[in-house]
């Protein structure tokens, strides 16, 4: 099946500093990705929706200064949390979508924990 | 916007009985149902999905079915076994031509077989 990764699979930093964390697709190119947070024993919630060469759309109540999406290449998309606090301490996960098949399936990396202190 | 229910929330049940996961969801105008296996510290692994053109789908010991009047759709799993232990989740979808879009999830399920 395909493959998505991120890096970093955890982070720990202090806070007021920006944060980085990689989605890739591995082996196949995603027209879209999605980024998604999730808090201990929730569901995922969808930050941003992320297009090929377009800025993301955001959904209600996430600030898109805050968490900068930019979705470069076919195979990789970028969440920077900006000026991270104690509140953005969070699971954060990316799907991928294929551009081929046709069909909507979404496919997860493996998450990213960030604590922030 | 789309309003995806889950139910149980918690579910406990011996190894080798069935386990029956239901979600239900509001806007009829979705058409892709997939669920995802999430264990502790990753990410969610898609197990089964099914289309709005189909009624009911199977994968071993893993059936999804799908009743469209009743907007609401079931994953069953027989034959539990202890590695089925983890949190269980129902999305849904409006799906198109060759791109991506959100799903909207249900709340999950955490799923204890018990030996």
């Known amino acids: 099946g395909a493959v998505v990764s991120q890096h970093p699979s955890w982070v720990i930093c202090k806070s007021g500093t920006s944060v980085k964390i990689e989605c890739r697709s591995l082996?196949?190119?995603?027209?879209?990705m999605f980024w998604y947070r999730q808090f201990p024993k929730q569901s995922l919630m969808l930050m941003a929706t992320?297009?090929?060469?377009?800025?993301?759309?955001?959904e209600q109540g996430v600030e898109k200064d805050k968490f900068l999406i930019n979705h470069a290449s076919l195979t990789l998309s970028t969440l920077t949390v900006t000026s991270a606090h104690p509140e953005d301490s969070s699971f954060y996960i990316c799907?991928?979508?294929?551009?081929?098949?046709?069909?909507?399936?979404?496919?997860f990396g493996p998450g990213t924990r960030l604590t922030v202190l | 916007g789309e309003n995806v229910e889950q139910h149980p929330s918690t579910l406990s049940v011996q190894e080798g009985d069935s386990a029956v996961i239901k979600c239900t969801y509001s806007?009829?105008?979705?058409?892709?149902f997939p669920w995802y296996k999430q264990e502790l510290g990753k990410g969610p692994q898609l197990i089964i999905d099914?289309?709005?053109?189909?009624g009911e789908k199977k994968d071993q010991r893993i059936a999804v079915t799908l009743n469209k009047t009743a907007k609401h759709f079931s994953l069953h799993i027989t034959e539990t076994q202890p590695e089925d232990s983890a949190v269980y989740f129902c999305?849904?979808?409006?799906?198109?031509?060759?791109?991506?879009?959100?799903?909207?999830f249900g709340k999950g399920t955490s799923l204890l077989v018990t030996p």
């Open positions: 799907s991928a979508a294929s551009r081929e098949g046709g069909n909507n399936e979404q496919f």
């Open positions: 099914i289309r709005s053109n189909v």
């Open positions: 992320s297009n090929e060469g377009s800025k993301a759309t955001y």
């Open positions: 806007d009829s105008a979705s058409n892709y």
């Open positions: 082996d196949f190119q995603a027209t879209t």
């Open positions: 999305a849904a979808s409006i799906g198109g031509s060759n791109s991506g879009y959100a799903l909207n």
